[in-house]
């Protein structure tokens, strides 16, 4: 390796092993300390108009654009198969496109929120700040590729996906990497930067919704009105006791 | 030791056993494959000059230290104003010599090594490209397009051009932007032979990794080099606002997007506390 490539080395071939153990251990670690901070602290409750024009669009937006990123990852033959006909290659990237528009629409309206109530305010914290700056430039860098360096569905199935594979079989090739345009090579970074950060920020959600609800016995959450209905939910409280 | 203190050294542990095991296994290539991916694309040896020289007893043209100096960094020997180098630009119609990706001196050597053994042998196995030179035809011409575009999967699993470069006669919305657009690339080559040994291995930084083990065949080359022929002749640079219709088009699938959002969750969601405290204010608990 010539001695010009040692930062993309440095890069794209080691800060992503510090990126992975990072999220592996400190996961763990914050899981078995502080199991109760596994949380996103939902602020509906606190701002209840706003709230929906960001939280909605940006997790449709952001789950189907990841989606995409895993599949082109994990069975990149299916994206190339898919794109074998231009009208399919130019469906699935609108569709990429408007995924990552929603992302940001939504995200741009929660970070606002957050920044001109008070009372979100004081729930922020300095590393959901952090994290939204991250966030927002990474979805800026996915956009500006998308849109500049199309088509990245068919390039990056055929040409960083064998890159991510490299680094999973222990045996780094940052070949693909290093002549990217830089707006690539950014949106690559910053995304090891959000593997990186990932276990201290409220994005651990990810790992506990909506997971257990797939297969726990259903839960019926109400509120008690009168007392009628408090009198109705002890008895059948104290009936499935007697049947357990 | 405190927990904090534990799990620093944890992460430090298996961050430098990661490193150390990523590191130890940087691929080895031989001289052969180096010289085929980095080199055929542009020189033969003994088979007569591409759009590079003919590599056949270049050791006895030009010394060993210049030839590595100029393999390691050819735009820096040119840029110094060297003679012999300016000579070469010249004989290659102005196409400079790009940088070879992760060029060391010890790869250098050994390519040195390999093009002086085989300038030995009477006929090298880097003689020139297998592309048939038979005339090109009309179904020769669509069969590129096609494989240009992917309709025809690229035999050896490689992606189509379509991914990264664009055409003049594409139209909807044209061809990927990573690369440049290749309506007229047979006019810069001037000759299909030189085009052909290029498409056996494309060398530039981008592609080389792509291809390397996806080859494209030489039935596929025939083809292509048919279609870009055609194109150079036939059609003009795709000069379309193409990013922008794709981007207009993406802001009205978001719209829509957004106003089935509202339908769905028109009655939900939104209206859940909303709800609540009206029922409070009713009078209700």
């Known amino acids: 390796m010539g001695s010009a490539n040692h930062l993309d080395f440095l890069l794209y071939g080691a800060f992503p092993y510090i990126a992975m153990v990072l999220l592996l251990v400190v996961t763990i670690q914050r899981y078995r300390q502080r199991a109760y901070t596994y949380s996103t602290l939902s602020s509906q409750f606190l701002e209840n108009r706003q709230h929906f024009w960001g939280s909605v669009p940006f997790h449709y937006g952001i789950l189907f654009v990841l989606l995409g990123h895993f599949v082109a990852f994990l069975v990149p033959r299916s994206i190339l198969w898919w794109n074998s006909h231009p009208a399919r290659l130019y469906i699935l990237e609108i569709t ?4 990552g528009l929603l992302s940001l629409i939504g995200f741009v309206s929660l970070v606002l929120r957050r920044g001109s109530n008070n009372r979100l305010r004081a729930v922020t914290t300095p590393s959901d700040w952090i994290l939204s700056v991250m966030l927002l430039v990474q979805i800026a860098t996915g956009l500006g590729v998308a849109v500049f360096y199309g088509w990245g569905s068919s390039w990056f199935a055929s040409t960083l996906a064998p890159y991510l594979w490299s680094l999973v079989k222990l045996n ?6 290093v002549p990217m345009p830089w707006l690539v090579k950014a949106h690559i970074l910053g995304a090891f930067a959000l593997v990186a950060f990932f276990p201290f920020t409220r994005l651990v959600h990810i790992l506990v919704i909506p997971n257990m609800y797939l297969w726990r016995r259903t839960q019926v959450v109400r509120w008690y009105g009168t007392n009628q209905g408090r009198v109705e939910h ?3 409280s104290a009936q499935d006791q007697q049947q357990r | 030791m405190p927990r904090t203190r534990r799990t620093t050294r944890c992460c430090a542990l298996l961050a430098a056993l990661f490193l150390a095991v990523a590191a130890g296994r940087v691929a080895a290539q031989t001289p052969a494959d180096d010289f085929k991916q980095s080199c ?38 040119l840029a110094s104003g060297d003679p012999y180098a300016k000579e070469l630009l ?6 400079q010599m790009p940088p070879v990706a992760g060029m060391t001196g010890d790869r250098a050597d050994a390519l040195l090594d390999l093009i002086e053994a085989e300038s030995a042998k009477e006929r090298s196995k880097f003689a020139g490209s297998t592309v048939s030179d038979r005339p090109l035809t009309d179904d020769d011409v669509e069969h590129g397009r096609a494989v240009f575009l992917g309709t025809t999967r690229l035999e050896n699993g490689g992606p189509s051009c379509v991914s990264c470069h664009a055409m003049g006669d594409i139209g909807w919305l044209g061809g990927g932007r990573l690369g440049p657009d290749l309506t007229k690339v047979f006019e810069r080559y001037k000759d299909r032979r030189r085009l052909a040994a290029w498409l056996t291995a494309p060398a ?29 002749a036939e059609s003009e640079e795709d000069t379309a606002p193409r990013a922008l219709v794709f981007i207009l088009l993406g802001l ?5 997007a957004l106003v089935a959002f509202n339908n769905v969750w028109s009655g939900r969601f939104r209206s859940v506390r909303k709800a609540l405290v009206e029922n409070v204010r009713k009078g209700g608990a």
């Open chain 2, 40 to 77: 055929s694309s542009c020189h033969t040896i003994g088979g007569g000059p591409l759009t590079g020289p003919d590599l056949k007893n270049v050791a006895k043209r030009k010394d060993r230290a210049w030839l590595r100096r100029f393999i390691l960094d050819p735009a820096g020997v």
């Open chain 2, 90 to 95: 010249a004989a290659a119609g102005g196409v």
């Open chain 2, 252 to 256: 009205a699938g978001t719209m829509g």
């Open chain 1, 172 to 177: 780094p090739d940052v070949a693909a990497v």
């Open chain 1, 96 to 99: 990429a496109l408007i995924g």
């Open chain 1, 234 to 236: 002890r008895k059948r």
């Open chain 2, 204 to 232: 530039t930084e981008t592609m080389l990794p792509t291809f390397k083990d996806h080859p494209i065949s030489d039935d596929e080359i025939l083809g292509l080099v048919a279609y870009f022929r055609h194109a150079a």
